[in-house]
């Protein structure tokens, strides 16, 4: 199983959809993160969960609802997107300990909104 | 917020020549990162650095973490084909909760064979 894994991979939904992205890490770590990718921006990162817990949204509009189970699992629950929010959708997790902070990616879900 | 600044954008070179690209920051880090992105696929870490100073090597590539702390460099000798990508720089700024980190904006290499 590879360490950080995505589902699905490729999603296109209407404008009135409900859709969730999942992410699911088998690495034992504590943190997990969901970040954007759109064409020719840097990595937007959009919401951090450490132990579960959020511990931050960068300003993410609220059509965005994500969701930490348990330490393995993050969910991004999409509804009434915009066709500007078609991107790649990162999922990442990191061990919380000292001053190790290498995040491991997803192979992430190329999401196109129509 | 922070900005990493990551030059070239692109680069386009003969299979064979040797890659440098770099990043560089108004303010600090304690650590850097280095990934490499293949076309539809997330990134995939290459290097960390943890220590001003310190240089670290995987295979081909080589990166160093700027003295000031507020730069890095990646180094690819002898391209082959399979570098092609996007390499994207990473730090994490001091004080930072969640081990949130900044990405640079990308170097796109091409390779030619």
């Known amino acids: 199983e590879t360490g950080v894994t995505q589902t699905p991979r490729h999603l296109v939904m209407g404008m009135t959809n409900k859709k969730s992205l999942k992410c699911e890490q088998h690495?034992?770590?504590?943190?997990m993160y969901w970040y954007k990718q759109s064409a020719k921006k840097p990595l937007e990162l959009m919401f951090v969960?450490?132990?579960?817990?959020?511990?931050e949204n960068n300003s993410v509009p609220s059509r965005f609802s994500p969701e930490c189970p348990n330490s393995s699992h993050l969910f991004l629950h999409l509804h009434t997107l915009q066709p500007e929010d078609s991107a790649l959708y990162l999922c990442?997790?990191?061990?919380?300990?000292?001053?190790?902070?290498?995040?491991?990616f997803g192979q992430g879900t190329r999401l196109t909104v129509v | 917020g922070q900005q990493l600044n990551q030059s070239p954008q692109s680069m386009f070179i003969q299979e064979g020549e040797d890659v440098s690209m770099n990043c560089t920051s108004s303010?600090?880090?304690?650590?850097w990162l280095w990934y490499k992105q293949d076309p539809g696929e997330g990134p995939v870490l290459l290097i960390a650095l943890y220590k001003a100073g310190e240089l670290t090597s995987n295979g081909r590539l080589t990166a160093q973490f700027g003295i000031t702390r507020k730069d890095s460099f990646l180094n690819i000798s002898a391209s082959i084909p399979s570098d092609v990508g996007i390499y994207f720089c990473a730090g994490r700024p001091p004080n930072n909760a969640g081990n949130m980190l900044t990405f640079g904006g990308g170097t796109r290499l091409m390779v030619k064979p």
């Open positions: 303010s600090i880090f304690n650590t």
């Open positions: 690495l034992g770590h504590n943190a």
């Open positions: 990442a997790s990191s061990q919380e300990r000292g001053r190790v902070t290498e995040a491991f």
């Open positions: 969960y450490s132990l579960e817990e959020r511990v």
